[in-house]
């Protein structure tokens, strides 16, 4: 397999298997790269409609390998507190919030691995 060229390229590779895995576990995407408007927002990867109407908020992670904690320790709280700001400005735009969590499509090392429910608001 051919690798990106760019982390920009890398990025979008990751995004689109993590998408494709998802879409083949049965959900629908909504937005991909949503953005917060201004500086100091946030950005999420992938917003996905399950089965049962939840909306799911994505991150994707790719790492290729496992040192320095690999993909998931990428995922810092400030990390966490941006996406979750993201997704509140998301759910704002709504007539009537869904259920909704987080998830993380963790790649590395050519695997993939689906983390629901990842984090919560506290």
């Known amino acids: 397999m051919v690798q990106p060229g760019t982390t920009k390229q890398a990025g979008d590779a990751a ?3 993590a998408l494709h895995y998802l ?3 049965g959900l629908r995407l909504l937005e991909r790269n949503y953005r917060t408007p201004g500086r100091g927002g946030g950005e999420i990867d992938l ?3 399950a089965g049962d109407g939840t909306t799911v908020f994505v991150e994707v992670r790719q790492r290729a390998s496992a040192s320095h904690g690999g993909a ?3 995922i810092s709280s400030a990390k966490q ?3 979750i700001f993201a997704a509140r400005h998301y759910l704002m735009r709504l007539p009537e919030p869904p259920p909704c969590r987080f998830d ?3 790649l590395e090392s050519g695997n ?3 983390l629901q429910a990842a984090f919560n608001v506290c």
């Open 15 to 17: 995004e689109d298997a």
């Open 23 to 25: 879409q083949r576990a």
């Open 47 to 49: 917003i996905m409609r």
């Open 72 to 74: 998931a320790a990428s």
């Open 81 to 83: 507190r941006r996406i």
């Open 104 to 106: 993380v499509v963790l």
């Open 112 to 114: 993939v691995e689906w």
